[in-house]
């Protein structure tokens, strides 16, 4: 398959990209490298070394002897991706080419303008892309169950079943987002869904939950193939965050009560998930939603599930509840459908004792490049 990773320097996109390469896929990557800017605007770094995407590719090339095409611009420029979907003609392209973080969106108006107009107007320009130059090709959108909020009932894998005086209907899962990235997202979904009813679009928007962990069997192979993970307050996710900072002795950051629920999954699940959401295309004009996640988990359990682990290494990682800077439900019932990626064969990597070490330990490799100016939450929700 010819499959087209946007996004494809990120943490996700790139062991994505390497993950197809490796099973014989034709892998070409579309990515600004505006990641590394906010990077620099941020005055912060990936914990781990990471490589140029020049380099990265070129390493893949001699370790695996697989191509992998690297174009390097905008998806906001339509000329670009006008480029890219003429020469690489794509049958699929999966879509993780966005500004992700909650924090960043809130950080003030130009941040919030800056995030959904990247977001909202990159996927409407590979909308227009596959109308016009790939009707075929397949649109695996990488949404957020953050779309979902909080709901005080079971949250459904994007439609619900609702009767209403006397009439029913299957309508699209009511979105309470919790902050104007997550708002971006779903402006995503509608624009799809749209697109899928009007043009005959195929599309699958798969609703990730928190992604942690960071190995991969291919970013193992050579120091130059190493994938990010952030630890700062702006980009870091909470299980990552709490891996880096029990081992360099900061402690951990639990905003407010810790009561807030997601749902998680491991990095090499998110490989999976796309994998077979590829394999298994949406049909023409259908907008299939999935909740990719793998175990449901709230942030006080998890930062106590990493102290207990942390103990037997011989460190003593002390709780932190700070007052919590975004606007959220601390204590809440969650409950969120997840079978349809089970049902095509996912084999989840659940949660392990040995993941967390395996995070310390890389975390512990790599302490020197850990900046603790960077780690307490500074983007502010009211
Ligand atoms: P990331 O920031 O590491 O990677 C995103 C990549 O997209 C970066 O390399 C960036 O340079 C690129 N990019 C951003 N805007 C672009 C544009 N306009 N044109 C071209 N390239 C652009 O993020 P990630 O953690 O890999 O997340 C990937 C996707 O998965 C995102 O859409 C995110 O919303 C979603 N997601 C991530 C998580 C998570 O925990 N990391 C969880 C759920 C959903
Ligand atoms: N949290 C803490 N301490 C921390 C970091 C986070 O208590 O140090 C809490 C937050 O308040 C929140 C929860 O942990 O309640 C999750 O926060 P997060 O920063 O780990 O993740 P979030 O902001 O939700 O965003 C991440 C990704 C985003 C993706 C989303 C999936 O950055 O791209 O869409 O996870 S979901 O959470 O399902 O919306």
């Not at 590719?57 to 390097?72: D, H, L, Q, T």
Request: charged share 25%; proline share 3%; aromatic share 10%.
């Amino acid at each position: 398959m010819r499959i087209l990773i946007a996004g494809g320097d990120g943490f996700c996109g790139w062991p994505t990209a390497l993950h197809f390469s490796e099973r014989g896929h034709e892998v070409a990557i579309a990515d600004s490298l505006i990641r590394r800017k906010w990077d620099e605007e941020l005055g912060t770094q990936s914990l781990t070394p990471i490589a140029s995407l020049e380099e990265r590719v070129r390493a893949w090339k001699e370790i695996s002897g697989k191509e992998i095409r690297a174009y390097v611009g905008d998806l906001t420029q339509y000329d670009f991706v006008e480029r890219v979907f003429r020469e690489f003609e794509p049958e699929a392209i999966v879509h993780y080419a966005e500004q992700r973080s909650a924090p960043y969106s809130m950080i003030d108006r130009e941040h919030a303008v800056f995030t959904q107009v990247n977001n909202v107007v990159g996927t409407l320009n590979v909308l227009y892309a596959i109308k016009e130059i790939a009707p075929d090709c397949h649109l695996i959108k990488l949404g957020t169950m953050g779309e979902y909020g909080t709901p005080n009932i079971d949250i459904e894998e994007g439609y619900i079943r609702i009767q209403h005086k006397g009439r029913e209907d299957v309508l699209p899962y009511p979105k309470q987002p919790f902050s104007f990235y997550h708002l971006s997202k779903v402006h995503d979904s509608h624009n799809i869904m749209f697109a899928c009813k009007a043009w005959g679009i195929r599309a699958t928007d798969l609703n990730q939950g928190v992604v942690y962990g960071l190995w991969t069997e291919e970013t193992k192979r050579d120091e130059r193939l190493y994938n990010r993970i952030d630890y700062d307050g702006v980009f870091g996710t909470a299980l990552n965050r709490f891996c880096i900072q029990a081992a360099v002795g900061y402690d951990l950051t639990v905003y407010g009560k810790g009561g807030q629920t997601r749902g998680f999954l491991d990095i090499r699940d998110t490989l999976q998930c796309v994998e077979l959401a590829a394999l298994h295309p949406a049909d023409r004009g259908e907008f299939r939603v999935f909740n990719q996640f793998t175990e449901q988990f709230s942030v006080l359990e998890l930062a106590e599930r990493v102290q207990r682990v942390a103990r037997t290494m011989g460190i003593e990682a002390k709780i932190a509840h700070l007052e919590n800077p975004r606007v959220e439900k601390e204590e809440h019932y969650y409950n969120a459908v997840h079978t349809k990626l089970l049902d095509l064969g996912l084999k989840p990597h659940l949660l392990s004792d040995d993941l967390i070490r395996e995070l310390i330990d890389t975390a512990r490799r790599y302490q020197d490049r850990v900046d603790f100016q960077v780690i307490a939450p500074t983007a502010k929700w009211r």
